[in-house]
């Protein structure tokens, strides 16, 4: 059964297989997708269909050649802000690159053959449809112009020029997150250099019809911060970097008062655990992320962690957040009657939220309404789950788990409630750490890790194991001398 066979005759005699199609002719693509995404993209779904019919009644091939490298030239354009920018500031350059692709086009319309109607219909169809794209092409570029200098005039007066970036590099380091799916280049880049700016901006991003992303450290996993329209603006958060002092305050429905800390937007998430463990706490959201990602992009994703398990997710430890709302307004969110640990372990969570006028200081705005929401305890969580990610909604409770999808967090302020029972910490003051030993070792001289000399002879012993069970070898003497 296991004989091997005698394949003489096979080789002789292989069979004939019909060649494959190449799914990825499109000259200049260098992203991972193949010619039916880019063709439909630039022409249409017909187009794709009456060309991938075409392949199999091509002659020379000429005529393909010529419209895929159109195609191409256009593909790497839109995909490239590098090109896009030197394409905007030579004008002489960007009408050379247009003209070429015209005259492929019309190397194309001379090569059609009119005997053969049924076929010639569809490259007439193929030619039309690639003549659009070509001018939709062009009046991108003019487009742009224009929407760039206008949003330069709206959003300068809101915040600093250099806050505002229309540069290549600024606009291909927000094109993704830690997904690493791409989809559009934003059009723009906010980055503002305090809460107070960020709602002018909103409202200069709606008055532009621009698609607003919020933006904070982008360690997300959910493509939440991915553009998906080229007329997009990122607003990224990393400059509200204030981080207050611990405080001891009250909360509404409470007489005992909590210790807490105000956190901008953009301060990352390992600056507030350090300064829980310098003030003797433990801070509850701990993310894998927790040395890139931000505050604001931890209460929009209700972040959760390790710690999670005993002291719960960022919506669990939240005496208030502030955001900008989609029509550029304060909205407050503040927790009533708070249970100092897991919010579904609570009948009823109640919030206040308060909308001001967005025109105003936050702490001095005029307050436009308020509304009290009252949300079931249980529906926040199932049963046996830290967080469910399937429920964005969460009973209507604004910002928590919205993924920026309802506004922008500027600010909250974060409650330290119950941590110091931690094994870490006895009583009121963290455990001493013992010194380490450092006997039989120069002064001054380093010192390997006991983790990293584990680590080192365990891939030692996993080396010689190898070694045993390939040729019987231990070391460098075989067995048996």
Same mark, same amino acid.
């Given at each position: 059964?296991?004989?091997?066979?005698?394949?003489?005759?096979?080789? !002789?005699?292989?069979?004939?297989?019909?060649?494959?199609?190449?799914?990825?002719?499109?000259?200049?693509?260098?992203?991972?997708?193949?010619? %039916?995404?880019? @063709?439909?993209?630039?022409?249409?779904?017909?187009?794709?269909?009456?060309?991938?019919?075409?392949?199999?009644?091509?002659?020379?091939?000429?005529?393909?050649?010529?419209?895929?490298?159109?195609?191409?030239?256009?593909?790497? =354009?839109?995909?490239?802000?590098?090109?896009?920018?030197?394409? #905007?500031?030579?004008?002489?350059?960007? !009408?050379?690159?247009?003209?070429?692709?015209?005259? %492929?086009?019309?190397?194309?319309?001379?090569?059609?053959?009119?005997? *053969?109607?049924?076929?010639?219909?569809?490259?007439?169809?193929?030619?039309?449809?690639?003549?659009?794209?070509?001018? !939709?092409?062009?009046?991108?570029?003019?487009?742009?112009?224009?929407?760039?200098?206008?949003?330069?005039?709206?959003?300068?007066?809101?915040?600093?020029?250099?806050?505002?970036? $229309?540069?290549?590099?600024?606009?291909?380091?927000?094109?993704?997150?830690?997904?690493?799916?791409?989809?559009?280049?934003? $059009?723009?880049?906010?980055?503002?250099?305090?809460?107070?700016?960020?709602?002018?901006?909103?409202?200069?991003?709606?008055?532009?019809?621009?698609?607003?992303?919020?933006?904070?450290?982008?360690?997300?996993?959910?493509?939440?911060?991915?553009?998906?329209?080229?007329?997009?603006? /990122?607003?990224?958060?990393?400059?509200?970097?204030?981080?207050?002092?611990?405080?001891?305050?009250?909360?509404?429905?409470?007489?005992?008062?909590?210790?807490?800390? +105000?956190?901008?937007?953009?301060?990352?998430?390992?600056? @507030?655990?350090?300064?829980?463990?310098?003030?003797?706490?433990?801070?509850? @959201?701990?993310?894998?992320?927790?040395?890139?990602?931000? =505050?604001?992009?931890?209460?929009?994703?209700?972040?959760?962690?390790?710690?999670? /398990?005993?002291?719960?997710?960022? =919506?669990?430890?939240?005496?208030?957040?502030?955001?900008?709302?989609?029509?550029?307004?304060? #909205?407050?969110?503040?927790?009533?009657?708070?249970?100092?640990?897991?919010?579904?372990?609570?009948? /009823?969570?109640? +919030?206040?939220?308060?909308?001001?006028?967005?025109?105003?200081?936050? *702490?001095?705005?005029?307050?436009?309404?308020?509304?009290?929401?009252?949300?079931?305890?249980?529906?926040?969580?199932?049963?046996?789950?830290?967080?469910?990610?399937?429920?964005? $909604?969460?009973?209507?409770?604004?910002? @928590?788990?919205?993924?920026?999808?309802?506004?922008?967090?500027?600010?909250?302020?974060?409650?330290?409630?119950?941590?110091?029972?931690?094994?870490?910490?006895?009583? *009121? &003051?963290?455990?001493?750490?013992?010194?380490?030993?450092?006997?039989?070792?120069?002064?001054?001289?380093?010192?390997?890790?006991?983790?990293?000399?584990?680590? !080192?002879?365990?891939?030692?012993?996993?080396?010689?194991?190898?070694?045993?069970?390939?040729?019987?070898?231990?070391?460098?003497? &075989? &067995?048996?001398?």
């Amino acid at each position: 059964m296991n004989a091997v066979a005698d394949l003489t005759d096979a080789a !002789r005699h292989p069979i004939e297989k019909e060649p494959e199609s190449r799914l990825r002719e499109i000259p200049y693509n260098y992203t991972s997708l193949a010619d %039916r995404e880019i @063709v439909t993209r630039l022409l249409g779904e017909s187009a794709w269909n009456v060309l991938d019919g075409l392949r199999s009644e091509r002659r020379t091939g000429r005529s393909a050649r010529m419209l895929y490298e159109v195609l191409g030239d256009m593909w790497v =354009v839109e995909r490239n802000p590098y090109l896009q920018d030197d394409l #905007l500031d030579n004008p002489k350059r960007r !009408r050379q690159l247009i003209a070429a692709m015209h005259h %492929r086009l019309g190397e194309v319309e001379k090569r059609r053959d009119g005997a *053969d109607q049924a076929r010639d219909a569809k490259v007439a169809e193929l030619l039309r449809a690639a003549a659009q794209a070509v001018e !939709r092409f062009e009046q991108r570029f003019a487009d742009h112009a224009a929407k760039r200098k206008r949003a330069q005039s709206l959003l300068r007066r809101a915040t600093r020029a250099d806050n505002v970036r $229309f540069d290549a590099f600024s606009r291909v380091s927000h094109v993704t997150d830690a997904t690493d799916w791409r989809v559009e280049l934003p $059009f723009l880049v906010l980055m503002p250099d305090s809460e107070a700016e960020i709602p002018a901006l909103v409202r200069a991003c709606i008055e532009l019809g621009l698609t607003i992303i919020p933006r904070g450290g982008g360690t997300g996993y959910t493509g939440g911060v991915v553009p998906l329209t080229p007329w997009s603006a /990122v607003i990224n958060t990393e400059k509200l970097e204030y981080l207050g002092p611990v405080e001891t305050i009250a909360l509404p429905g409470h007489g005992t008062a909590v210790a807490s800390i +105000f956190s901008a937007a953009g301060v990352v998430t390992k600056r @507030v655990s350090e300064a829980a463990e310098r003030a003797g706490f433990v801070f509850a @959201v701990d993310p894998t992320s927790a040395d890139a990602s931000c =505050v604001g992009g931890n209460i929009a994703m209700n972040a959760g962690g390790k710690k999670a /398990v005993l002291w719960g997710t960022a =919506v669990d430890n939240l005496a208030w957040w502030r955001m900008i709302d989609a029509q550029g307004d304060w #909205l407050e969110v503040t927790r009533l009657n708070h249970n100092l640990g897991k919010i579904h372990d609570t009948p /009823v969570a109640s +919030f206040e939220l308060v909308w001001k006028k967005g025109t105003q200081p936050a *702490d001095e705005a005029e307050v436009l309404r308020r509304e009290r929401l009252d949300i079931d305890g249980a529906t926040f969580r199932k049963i046996g789950l830290g967080k469910d990610v399937t429920d964005k $909604f969460l009973g209507g409770l604004p910002g @928590v788990q919205k993924e920026g999808c309802d506004g922008l967090i500027t600010a909250a302020r974060i409650l330290w409630t119950g941590t110091r029972s931690h094994p870490e910490h006895r009583g *009121d &003051r963290p455990v001493p750490r013992r010194k380490r030993q450092t006997h039989g070792h120069a002064a001054g001289r380093p010192r390997t890790s006991g983790r990293a000399l584990f680590t !080192r002879g365990r891939l030692q012993h996993q080396i010689q194991a190898r070694r045993i069970a390939k040729n019987g070898v231990v070391g460098r003497h &075989r &067995r048996g001398g």
